[in-house]
């Protein structure tokens, strides 16, 4: 059981921090389909991974949406949404998030160690999907984010 929050609960204690980016080109958003072998296999979720020691979540998010499907952008073109702090089984972790919208639609260099597919969705589509834990609290805060603006 996966349990997901916005403020950090009092006993939290974060022994991993990822960071992950909604990529947007128009109303669709890019998300990644787990290869069957990793953590949580055959789920979906936006580009993202682990932080390297010593890195920022927007250094970290820059280069793992890089190294997952070969987008580069400046860390200064990410706009934060805000994180989500998350009690998994065996580890609390913090998911920092950000997003960063495309003005053409990008060609993907998909990493295929990591996921076997990437696709354009909006929302409502990535909600039908199996997504990684967390997965759709994220997508509904991140709808909230988005048509606050």
Not at 111 to 130: D, F, G
Request: charged content about 25%.
């Amino acid at each position: 059981m996966t349990l997901v929050f916005f403020e950090p609960p009092p006993d939290f204690h974060a022994k991993i921090s990822v960071a992950g980016c909604y990529c947007e080109f128009g109303d669709k958003i890019l998300l990644l389909k787990r290869t069957p072998h990793k953590h949580q296999g055959n789920t979906w979720g936006i580009p993202g991974g682990k932080l390297d020691e010593g890195e920022t979540p927007r250094t970290a998010t820059v280069r793992e949406v890089f190294e997952e499907v070969g987008l580069s952008f400046q860390e200064e073109n990410l706009e934060e949404i805000g994180e989500m702090y998350i009690r998994g089984l065996l580890n609390d972790y913090i998911f920092y998030r950000f997003r960063v919208r495309l003005s053409a639609l990008p060609v993907l260099n998909l990493n295929l160690e990591e996921h076997v597919e990437a696709r354009w969705l909006t929302i409502e589509e990535a909600l039908k999907l199996p997504l990684i834990y967390g997965g759709s609290e994220a997508l509904l805060n991140y709808q909230k984010f988005i048509n606050n603006i």
